[in-house]
């Protein structure tokens, strides 16, 4: 048993949990959006990231990691009610290119700010808990104490929205207002309140994301931090169906445990190769998506 | 303008003017009052001078023939389209005033200080009346200097309107495609007090409830209209006969005190109709019921008052037995002169 959870590939399936887990968390932050208000957030990564930044910061003046996270995922979901109130409302009825340049736009002014204020080398953010991987009767096994924390928080965070979205009055509102905003008003939805919701919460929900990439892969915190897991989480969301919040999800797990073979077995180059095959095919025999049921419209 | 003791035909512009709704309305208890609305789209008048009102209790019937501007006075009373001149009345809705939140400050400010501060303790109630003053005041300041405030239920907005009490079917049926029949009808429930966000995230006690609340009245408005099986389906999986009836337990979910229908009829069948005009029925003792409808064999028995429309303006109300012998209303539908 020991020896199994040594193995090569199970050490390959955990590492590629830990990283599936994230790039889910961001493909789902970015379905909220789209269900939300129809705007692909191309931004989504970098605000993830200013906000990680803003939390992070924090760390110069003593302030624990923890109340760090707190204001982190606050300024998260302030972040995405400012934007939508701010920028986002005047994209709604333009034409859809419009949301698309300016998302784009978004995401280079925030990367400049973070570069201009923070600067461009990595920020080092401390780990919670251990770094070290778990020793089982002398065998190593891929997974630590942190990568364990982490792995359970973004499942916890992923499945409370979810949950929130699914069960829920709150959640059934933020679907009707995204499906039939003027049927919605009629019934006393508060829509225009719905969509700034719907923005807070997939913004606080990528800012969880930013700090978890951010004190775990590659040099910590910079402004270009959230720019590879965003394509992969991009392809995983369009992979598994923009309309559906458990096929981000999934997918997003999927994505990271085939990056992790890919890496093992072949080499990163082929990483986004890969993934960029996996998208064309889906698109061409389902353009929907794997998990968004098509809906029967009479005519 | 037909009055419910009197109610004759009537073409006579006269007798819909606005004085004449608005006394009927102060007499009788009216759920909608229409005075002298008129809509310009550009160039076109949609509808002109358009008076009547509706009865709490009373099934009226809007008619006329295809561009009459019959779905426009729908849109107009439910805030899509907003009336270049005239005014919609809810005198039966419930109270709704809407103000910015800075204008909200401004009035709540005095009010607040008069009631919590030391001095108001010693000096009694004089300075809850004090801020009450200054409140008015400043309400009527506003009102100089052209702030919008508006006043009590008058161009609500339609999220606005629900909360007041007023619900309204669409053509056709306008279901949500994405949600079960069940949490379609749910959706309707918004206007009513639930558990906020936080209740709602993190799945307190007070939000379950209000949600498990919510979910046991959609499901008993689904049953009183005989469709709670089909509860778990989704729209496209329904008949079209229940799609209706699913629509029209959506919009009772607010418990409205004016019920809206465009269209019900419009693809049902002999068996259906029958069913569904006796649900229709069965509303009036809790509300007001106004509805838009080209099948004249459905409308005619189902209505008490009739309010015919012709090129945007009202050419007749009355019995329906009336109106069926007004020259206007012949001329309209058969384009002859009897």
Redesign the interface.
């Known amino acids: 048993m020991d020896a199994f959870l040594a193995s090569r590939n199970v050490s390959d399936l955990l590492v590629g949990l830990h990283f599936g887990v994230v790039i889910g968390l961001v493909a789902l932050s970015l379905v909220m959006i789209w269900r939300a208000t129809h705007i692909l957030n191309f931004a989504q990564g970098a605000m993830a990231m200013f906000s990680a930044y803003v939390g992070m910061s924090l760390l110069s003046y003593n302030v624990g990691y923890w109340w760090c996270v707190v204001v982190a995922v606050i300024a998260g979901l302030a972040f995405g009610g400012v934007t939508e109130r701010v920028l986002v409302r005047r994209l709604y009825g333009k034409p859809e290119i419009n949301p698309i340049v300016v998302m784009v736009g978004f995401l280079a002014l925030l990367e400049a700010i973070a570069s201009a204020v923070w600067g461009m080398s990595g920020r080092a953010v401390p780990l919670p808990f251990s770094f070290v991987d778990w020793q089982l009767n002398g065998q190593t096994i891929a997974i630590s104490p942190n990568g364990l924390y982490q792995i359970v928080a973004a499942l916890v965070v992923a499945i ?1 929205v979810v ?2 979205f699914r069960y ?6 933020l ?2 207002a995204a ?2 905003p ?10 225009s309140r719905m969509l700034t ?1 719907g923005w807070i919460l997939s913004s606080g929900v990528g800012a969880v994301a930013a700090v978890i990439v951010a004190s775990n892969f590659g040099p910590g915190l910079t402004p270009t931090l959230m720019d590879a897991p965003f394509a992969i989480a991009f392809i995983a969301a369009a992979v598994g169906g923009l ?1 559906s919040p458990w096929g981000a999800l999934v997918a997003g797990v999927a994505f990271g445990i085939m990056q992790q073979f890919v890496i093992d077995y072949l080499n990163s180059d082929y990483v986004f190769l890969i993934a960029l095959g996996a998208l064309v095919v889906v698109l061409m025999i389902r353009p929907q998506g794997l998990f968004t049921k098509s ?4 005519v | 303008m037909a009055t419910e003791g009197a109610p004759t035909a009537s073409s006579d512009p006269a007798a819909s003017s606005p004085q004449a709704v608005v006394e009927h309305a102060s007499a009788a208890a009216a759920s909608l009052v229409l005075e002298r609305v008129s809509v310009q789209f550009g160039g076109l008048h949609a509808l002109s001078d358009v008076s009547f009102q509706v009865n709490s209790g009373e099934i009226v019937g809007l008619i006329g023939p295809n561009g009459a501007g019959k779905t426009t006075v729908f849109n107009v009373i439910c805030g899509f389209v907003k009336p270049t001149a005239g005014h919609v009345q809810f005198p039966m809705a419930k109270s709704w005033k809407k103000e910015t939140l800075a204008i909200r400050i401004v009035l709540w400010l005095p009010r607040a200080i008069g009631r919590r501060s030391s001095l108001a303790r010693r000096l009694g109630h004089r300075f809850t009346q004090a801020g009450r003053a200054i409140a008015t005041f400043v309400r009527r300041v506003l009102r100089i200097v052209r702030v919008r405030v508006p006043e009590k239920n008058r161009h609500l907005r339609p999220s606005q309107l629900a909360r007041a009490g007023v619900s309204r079917t669409l053509q056709g049926v306008g279901l949500f495609p994405h949600l079960t029949v069940l949490e379609n009808v749910m959706a309707g429930g918004q206007t009513r007090p639930h558990g906020g966000f936080f209740t709602s995230l993190f799945a307190l006690p007070q939000g379950v409830r209000a949600d498990r609340v919510l979910r046991d009245e959609a499901l008993s408005q689904l049953d009183r209209l005989g469709v709670a099986s089909f509860a778990p389906r989704m729209p496209g999986e329904i008949p079209y006969g229940v799609a209706k009836k699913v629509a029209v337990a959506r919009a009772l979910m607010c418990r409205p005190s004016l019920l809206l229908l465009d269209e019900p009829a419009s693809g049902l069948d002999e068996s259906e109709l029958e069913e569904f005009a006796a649900h229709i029925v069965e509303l009036r003792s809790d509300m007001a019921v106004l509805l838009v409808e080209h099948n004249m064999g459905f409308v005619m028995p189902l209505v008490d008052r009739l309010v015919v429309l012709d090129f945007g303006e009202v050419i007749a109300t009355g019995r329906p037995s009336d109106v069926q012998q007004d020259p206007a209303v012949i001329e309209a539908y058969l384009g002859v002169q009897q």
């Open positions: 409370l949950v929130l829920t009055n709150l959640g059934l509102q679907r009707a499906v039939a003027e049927v919605s008003r009629l019934l006393g939805v508060r829509v919701l309309e809906v029967s419209r009479r």
